[in-house]
Antibody, heavy 120, light 110 residues
Framework: EVQLVQSGAEVKKPGESLKISCKGS????????IDWVRQMPGKGLEWMGI????????RYSPSFQGQVTISADKSTSTAYLQWSSLKASDTAMYYC?????????????WGQGTLVTVSS | QSVLTQPPSASGTPGQRVTISCSGS????????VNWYQHLPGTAPKLLIY???QRPSGVPDRFSGSKSGTSASLAISGLQSEDETDYYC???????????FGGGTKLTVL
């Protein structure tokens, strides 16, 4: 069974760093693109970026380029989303999703979401 | 502003048929296939339609999708109370070199 299990909720202060995770199982993690999607409170889904674990080919939305870093560890079948300096506006639910073997393939499995709260 | 335009809300009574539109441009819907997701906030989004009109296993045939030019539509027939949630269209954008979502449509079952 394909599963994407995300790390738990986080409460951080502005300026702190954070790395959240998304662990894939039940499929060949290396050969499926994984992306990250943000949902701010009361807002819609926003695509952040996508990574191909096998060679770490990564694409970012212009809105998130330079704001976050997406990475993947093939040895643990885990994708990551990290911030070096959080802002209050990063408060949101973050989802990871598995795409197919090409970057334009559909996202067919999703993680349960990680709630990030940034508050002083 | 979302790259893909959806109506913010839609509604219907049980048993009715409702459609949700998704408008884009030549660089996204005009060039690539469209997927639709059903999303209850706080839970994992669910793939409802892929490749414009294909249903994943387990999705009822009450849900159907279509695409024409730079627009796509999701139709839900035999509306049920459990269909009351948010719906998003998504596709790849060749100009942005990334995925784009519609702003989402909140469906209310009256």
């Amino acid at each position: 069974e394909v599963q994407l299990v995300q790390s738990g909720a986080e409460v951080k202060k502005p300026g702190e760093s954070l790395k959240i995770s998304c662990k894939g199982s039940g499929y060949n993690f290396n050969n499926y693109w994984i992306d990250w999607v943000r949902q701010m409170p009361g807002k819609g889904l926003e695509w952040m970026g996508i990574i191909y674990p096998d060679d770490s080919d990564t694409r970012y939305s212009p809105s998130f380029q330079g704001q976050v870093t997406i990475s993947a560890d093939k040895s643990t079948s885990t994708a990551y989303l990290q911030w070096s300096s959080l802002k209050a506006s990063d408060t949101a639910m973050y989802y990871c999703a598995r795409h197919g073997a090409t970057v334009v393939s559909r996202a067919d499995y999703w993680g349960q979401g990680t709630l990030v709260t940034v508050s002083s | 502003q979302s790259v893909l335009t959806q109506p913010p809300s839609a509604s219907g009574t049980p048993g009715q048929r409702v459609t949700i539109s998704c408008s884009g441009s030549s660089s996204n819907i005009g060039s690539n296939t469209v997927n639709w997701y059903q999303h209850l906030p706080g839970t994992a989004p669910k793939l409802l339609i892929y490749n414009n009109n294909q249903r994943p296993s387990g999705v009822p045939d009450r849900f159907s999708g279509s695409k024409s030019g730079t627009s796509a539509s999701l139709a839900i027939s035999g509306l049920q109370s459990e269909d009351e949630t948010d719906y998003y269209c998504a596709t790849w954008d060749d100009s942005l070199n990334g995925w784009v979502f519609g702003g989402g449509t909140k469906l209310t079952v009256l």
